[in-house]
């Protein structure tokens, strides 16, 4: 039966939900909030109670320069301290006729440009690119492209007048910030009785935009919108900015990654890799990060390979090297190896090629594109794939050191969206620094992605950490399927000398950290072990696991023999009947006929 009393019962409800709530811990209010996140909600943690408003913030902040201007602004938001208007997303519809079809997708996007602050006292936030894709990463979105940014305007319910302040040095200064917040504020303000706050908003900034452009342009910032009120926007779209620029008219929307087609989920990075869909959410057409390009070794009597080159952000370069006559090939699955530099090495150093006088000794240490080649000569029924990813610094534990681990899954889901439409299988290898983009993307998933079939550290697992749960995460990941491995390739570095001095610790380097991966794993593994010529083979679940680890009563520095001597090829075929056929690991080379002049 119906309750007589309607709105006497919503208030009863309301106020014992609102009871319950203040008689729990804030962290197990995070909790629930967590577990409850769906793709119309902004994924943040409740604002703190102490959280400082937009005026406050706008003063203290007023004389920093724009890095730790900004690092405080992103530490703001990410604790929570956001106006709670802003964090229920709304919906915004894009159709299209494709091929004969009606298609139908919804995104959901902010109600107004990012901020900081409460409801009552907020400050909208320009941030540089990099600063915006932290934010975006942290809380499961990203930046529109133009035409969402166009479609946001026309789905606004309340279109402000824009209010251009004229150029100056200051206009990238926060106190100019402010003074533009309080102009759309008191426009705001006029409007609110029709149009409270959680209405759409649009005309009131410029957008950071995604844009294919970005490939051919690295380093810029890309720029679209401030629509009039008449729906034409004053600012084309623009990449003549480097990165680092923002000012006063920047605003940040955010999209979230889940956008529905036709009524099913799907990812924005889904549709916009689609060669018929992405017209749906991109009017520059397939946002591909650049163009395939023809690289035809004479070794291979010309089958040659392609390669597509772009970054991920200004401190990430990717190449990814696909066989030409398979690129494209629908009927065989994609098998994509995400391989990470060694520390100071360049992508095209660590492809390696034959070495000509004058050439840096660092092309002839590895060669992953020759083993790479030995083994799509003997793997016939993937289409083998290797993307190279290359930090800025040539360091990618000093990157994860200034950046954090949110974005290893994003960088890795980047790639697999080159391949839209194929089954896709994934091996995490890296050399030297490398074992930190691993141990990074382990870090940043509470459990590794089913799609992942093989891990492999080239003498790189240095960042292997307990604490962080990585032989749990390692171990729950290796029970889950027969079909995945684990490789690990290390020596006695710590034994080793350079100049007359070790140079790592003997807990500190690989030797060290296998064997403490090692024990930890004997938790749930049982190991055989032998020795033969001073290498120690240590094997688990019928070779699915194996750690080969060098003896090195010489001393020596091992650190690049281990991968030039057929070192990637056999991480790549531990465990398999491959293993050892036609090649032996710290043998000679088996991939020379392969390798570039």
């Not at 991109?282 to 291979?300: C, F, I, K, N, Y």
């Not at 390739?489 to 100049?499: E, F, I």
Request: glycine share 8%; charged share 20%.
């Amino acid at each position: 039966m119906k309750s007589p009393f309607p709105a006497r019962r919503a208030a009863l409800l309301r106020g014992v939900r609102r009871a319950a709530l203040e008689c729990l811990p804030a962290s197990f209010l995070w909790l629930a909030f967590s577990l409850c996140v769906h793709a119309q909600t902004l994924r943040l943690p409740p604002r703190p109670a102490d959280a400082p408003g937009g005026r406050s913030l706008a003063e203290s902040l007023a004389s920093l320069d724009r890095e730790p201007r900004e690092a405080r602004l992103v530490a703001e938001v990410l604790r929570g301290n956001v106006p709670d208007f802003l964090r229920r997303l709304v919906q915004v519809t894009l159709t299209n006729t494709i091929e004969g079809t009606s298609h139908r997708v919804t995104v959901f996007v902010t109600p107004d440009y990012l901020a900081v602050g409460s409801d009552a006292d907020y400050l909208l936030t320009p941030l540089t690119p990099a600063a915006a894709q932290r934010v975006a990463d942290a809380t499961d979105c990203r930046l529109p492209t133009r035409r969402i940014v166009d479609a946001i305007h026309a789905a606004a319910t309340l279109k402000l007048t824009p209010h251009p302040i004229p150029p100056s040095k200051e206009m990238v200064t926060l106190p100019i910030f402010a003074r533009h917040n309080e102009l759309v504020r008191e426009q705001r303000k006029a409007a609110l009785a029709a149009h409270p706050l959680g209405t759409l908003v649009a005309g009131q900034k410029k957008d950071l935009v995604f844009t294919p452009q970005l490939a051919a342009k690295p380093g810029k910032v890309a720029i679209y919108g401030w629509h009039r009120t008449n729906g034409v926007a004053i600012q084309p779209l623009y990449l003549g900015h480097a990165d680092s620029w923002v000012d006063y008219s920047h605003g940040v929307r955010l999209v979230a990654k889940i956008a529905k087609l036709d009524g099913v989920d799907k990812t924005v990075a889904e549709i916009l890799a689609d060669p018929k869909l992405s017209v749906l959410l991109s009017d520059e057409g397939q946002p591909r990060a650049g163009e395939w390009r023809t690289v035809p070794p004479p070794q291979l009597g010309g089958h040659g390979e392609r390669e597509l080159e772009f970054r991920l952000e200004p401190e990430v370069r990717v190449v990814v090297n696909a066989p030409v006559t398979e690129a494209s090939a629908k009927q065989k699955p994609v098998h994509l190896v995400v391989f990470a530099l060694p520390n100071g090495n360049t992508i095209e150093q660590t492809i390696g090629k034959q070495l000509k006088p004058g050439d840096d000794w660092h092309f002839n240490i590895q060669h992953i594109g020759a083993q790479t080649r030995w083994l799509r000569e003997r793997e016939t029924n993937a289409t083998l794939v290797v993307a190279y990813f290359e930090a800025s610094g040539l360091s990618w534990p000093n990157w994860k050191r200034k950046h954090g681990v949110e974005k290893f899954p994003g960088f890795v889901e980047r790639v697999v969206a080159s391949f839209p439409n194929q089954k896709l299988t994934l091996t995490l290898n890296g050399h030297s620094g490398g074992g930190s983009f691993i141990f990074g993307y382990l870090d940043a998933h509470e459990r590794i992605p089913a799609a992942v079939e093989r891990i492999a550290f080239l003498d790189s697992n240095y960042g292997y950490d307990d604490a962080k749960r990585h032989s749990d995460k390692l171990l729950t990941w290796l029970n889950a399927s027969p079909r995945n491995h684990l490789c690990v390739l290390a020596y006695h570095d710590s034994n080793a000398l350079l100049n007359g001095k070790t140079f790592v610790s003997e807990s500190g380097g690989t030797w060290g950290r296998s064997h403490a991966m090692k024990a930890d794993c004997a938790k749930s593994l049982a190991w055989e072990s032998a020795t033969k010529d001073g290498l120690q083979t240590h094997t688990a679940l019928g070779g699915r696991v194996k750690f080969l680890l060098k003896e090195n009563p010489e001393r020596k520095i091992l650190h690049t023999v281990q991968v030039e001597r057929n070192g990637f090829i056999h991480s790549m075929l531990t465990g398999t009947t491959a293993e050892s056929r036609g090649y032996e690991y710290l043998g000679g080379r088996a991939y020379e006929r392969f390798i570039q002049p």
